[in-house]
C-alpha cells in the first residue's frame, strides 16, 4: 500500500469522526449519522449495486473511470457505516494484514464445518 493511500484513509477518518458532533444541515456525513445506521446500510446496498453495474460496464467497454468513480463511493460510504459503529479503516486494515501469507484456500479448509 502507498503513503498516500493510507494518508487518504486516515484522514478521511478523522474527517468522519469529527463530523459524528456536526450539524445535519452543513455535512452530508453528519446527516446520514443523524439518519441512522438503516439509512447509512441503505445507501452501502446502492453504492454496491452501482459499483456492480459499472464493473460490467467496464469488461465491455474497458471505461473504468466509472468502476473506480462508484468503488470511491462505495469505500466512503462502508467507512461512514463503520465509522458509525466506532470503527474505522485501521481496523480492517489490521484485519487484512492479519491475512497475509495466509491461503484463502487454506483458511477456507480450516474453518470448522457449520
Ligand atoms: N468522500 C466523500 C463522498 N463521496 C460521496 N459523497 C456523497 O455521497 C452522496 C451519495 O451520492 P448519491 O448519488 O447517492 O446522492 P443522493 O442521491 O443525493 O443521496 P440520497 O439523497 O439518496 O442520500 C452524495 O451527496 C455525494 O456527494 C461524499 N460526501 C463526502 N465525502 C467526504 O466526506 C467529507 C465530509 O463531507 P460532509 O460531511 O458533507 O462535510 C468530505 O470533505 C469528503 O472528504
Same mark, same amino acid.
Not at 446496498?45 to 462508484?70: F, I, N, P, R, W
Given at each position: 500500500?502507498?503513503?498516500?493511500? =493510507?494518508? !487518504?484513509?486516515?484522514?478521511?477518518? $478523522?474527517?468522519?469522526?469529527?463530523? $459524528?458532533?456536526? /450539524? @445535519?444541515?452543513?455535512?452530508?456525513?453528519? /446527516? +446520514?449519522?443523524?439518519?441512522?445506521?438503516?439509512?447509512?446500510?441503505? $445507501? !452501502?446496498?446502492?453504492?454496491?449495486?452501482?459499483?456492480?453495474?459499472? %464493473?460490467?460496464?467496464?469488461? =465491455?467497454?474497458?471505461? $473504468? &473511470?466509472? +468502476? !473506480?468513480?462508484?468503488?470511491? &463511493?462505495?469505500?466512503?460510504?462502508?467507512?461512514?457505516?463503520?465509522?458509525? +459503529?466506532?470503527? *474505522? @479503516?485501521? &481496523? !480492517?486494515? =489490521?484485519?487484512? %494484514?492479519?491475512?497475509?501469507? +495466509? /491461503? *484463502?484456500?487454506?483458511?477456507? %479448509? %480450516?474453518?470448522? @464445518?457449520?
Amino acid at each position: 500500500m502507498s503513503e498516500t493511500t =493510507q494518508d !487518504v484513509l486516515g484522514e478521511l477518518a $478523522k474527517v468522519l469522526e469529527a463530523r $459524528k458532533g456536526a /450539524s @445535519p444541515d452543513s455535512s452530508y456525513v453528519a /446527516s +446520514l449519522h443523524h439518519k441512522g445506521l438503516n439509512k447509512i446500510l441503505e $445507501k !452501502v446496498g446502492e453504492e454496491c449495486t452501482e459499483m456492480l453495474l459499472a %464493473a460490467k460496464d467496464a469488461q =465491455q467497454t474497458g471505461e $473504468k &473511470d466509472e +468502476l !473506480v468513480y462508484e468503488t470511491a &463511493d462505495l469505500w466512503f460510504h462502508s467507512l461512514v457505516a463503520l465509522s458509525h +459503529l466506532g470503527l *474505522g @479503516p485501521d &481496523d !480492517v486494515l =489490521q484485519e487484512l %494484514a492479519r491475512r497475509f501469507d +495466509l /491461503s *484463502g484456500l487454506d483458511e477456507k %479448509a %480450516a474453518r470448522k @464445518p457449520q
